[in-house]
C-alpha cells in the first residue's frame, strides 16, 4: 500500500471501503470455526491499517486533508447471521477515535480529518 502511495502522490481526500463476510452464515456465534474470522480481520481490519499508514503521514506533512472510512452498521449492532463480518466492519469504526488524535494538527486551520460514514 505504500508503494501505491508513493506512485499516486499527494491525495487530499481519500475513500476506504471494505467489506468481506465469513461466507458461511452462522447461528448461534460458536458454530463458526474461528478461522473464517482471521481472514475477515485481514481484509476488513488490516486493510484500513494499512490505508491509513500508507496516506496519513503525507496528509500530516501537508497539514491538510480528509479520511472518509466507510463501515457497515453491522460494526456497531452486530450481526447474528455473520459475526465475522460484523467483527471486522467494527474495526474502520474503532479506528476513528484511536486514530484522530494523531491526525489533526494543533497549529493550523486545515486539519487532517478521520470520519466514518455507512
Known sequence: MKETARTIGRVDHLV???GTGSGKFGFPFWDLEAGRLAAVLETNVLTAVNT?????????E?????????????????????????AGEGGPHQLRPV????TSPRTTSASTRLFLGW
Open 62 to 86: 501537508a497539514k491538510g486533508g480528509t479520511i472518509l472510512l466507510i463501515s457497515s452498521v453491522a460494526g456497531q449492532i452486530g450481526s447474528q447471521t455473520d459475526p465475522p463480518y460484523s
Open 99 to 102: 486514530a484522530r488524535p494523531r
Open 52 to 60: 491509513l499508514h500508507a496516506f496519513v503521514p503525507a496528509m500530516i
Open 16 to 18: 476506504f471501503a471494505v
